[in-house]
T-cell receptor, first 116, second 112 residues
Framework: AQKVTQAQTEISVVEKEDVTLDCVYE???????LFWYKQPPSGELVFLIR??????QNEISGRYSWNFQKSTSSFNFTITASQVVDSAVYFC?????????????FGRGTSLIVHP | GAGVSQSPSNKVTEKGKDVELRCDPI?????LYWYRQSLGQGLEFLIY????????KSGLPSDRFSAERTGGSVSTLTIQRTQQEDSAVYLC??????????FGQGTRLTVV
């Protein structure tokens, strides 16, 4: 079973639209970490945010916001007023304790295409 | 440099040859990860190093794959007797252990 599910394979929007990328995770641990990464066409993964399991407070950073809900095991990512430069593949990841170490498990990614 | 550095950026090799991929992590990072990303796929975990502990090799797909980390810093991923299915982008990342991992630009391996 997938630990991290990003059900949306590809999303296409027009510039200035808001878009939400879904992430559902599965874990039995009480302590874990969640991440979002951006992979632009250049290929290098860029870290966006980390959340630990004890902090459900939502976060906003400019046009980006994240909604963490333990009740639904979801960690969704919203881009407000999308721009062409937001076009990329976005990955959600879960890090659980594994033999004392934390190793991120990634979802399959959501490709976001923002049209001008 | 300040980021994770990987070399080479691109590698084309003939089937059956051995290849070595190098990763220079961010200075001071104790954790080092190798992942593989095939075309249009997510990231597949390969191996994890943390400090002086024994590496977690549970993601290595076969015994043709091995990795080492010398002096707690530079890491080399070796693929022996390469096969066409080994073609992928190999990503290295480093971090503080349970914190976020920072990725290099990757090595694109093509086996012909």
């Amino acid at each position: 079973a997938q630990k991290v599910t990003q059900a949306q394979t590809e999303i296409s929007v027009v510039e200035k639209e808001d878009v939400t990328l879904d992430c559902v995770y599965e874990t039995r641990d009480t302590t874990y970490y969640l991440f979002w990464y951006k992979q632009p066409p250049s290929g290098e993964l860029v870290f966006l945010i980390r959340r630990n399991s004890f902090d459900e407070q939502n976060e906003i950073s400019g046009r980006y916001s994240w909604n963490f809900q333990k009740s639904t095991s979801s960690f969704n990512f919203t881009i407000t007023a999308s721009q062409v430069v937001d076009s990329a593949v976005y990955f959600c990841a879960l890090s659980e304790a594994r033999r004392g170490s934390y190793i991120p498990t990634f979802g399959r990614g959501t490709s976001l295409i923002v049209h001008p | 440099g300040a980021g994770v550095s990987q070399s080479p950026s691109n590698k084309v090799t003939e089937k059956g040859k051995d290849v070595e991929l190098r990763c220079d992590p961010i200075s001071g990072h104790t954790a080092l990860y190798w992942y593989r990303q095939s075309l249009g796929q997510g990231l597949e975990f390969l191996i994890y190093f943390q400090g002086n502990s024994a590496p977690d090799k549970s993601g290595l797909p076969s015994d043709r794959f091995s990795a080492e980390r010398t002096g707690g810093s530079v890491s080399t991923l070796t693929i022996q007797r390469t096969q066409q299915e080994d073609s992928a982008v190999y990503l290295c990342a480093s971090g503080g252990g349970y914190t976020e991992a920072f990725f290099g630009q990757g090595t694109r391996l093509t086996v012909v």
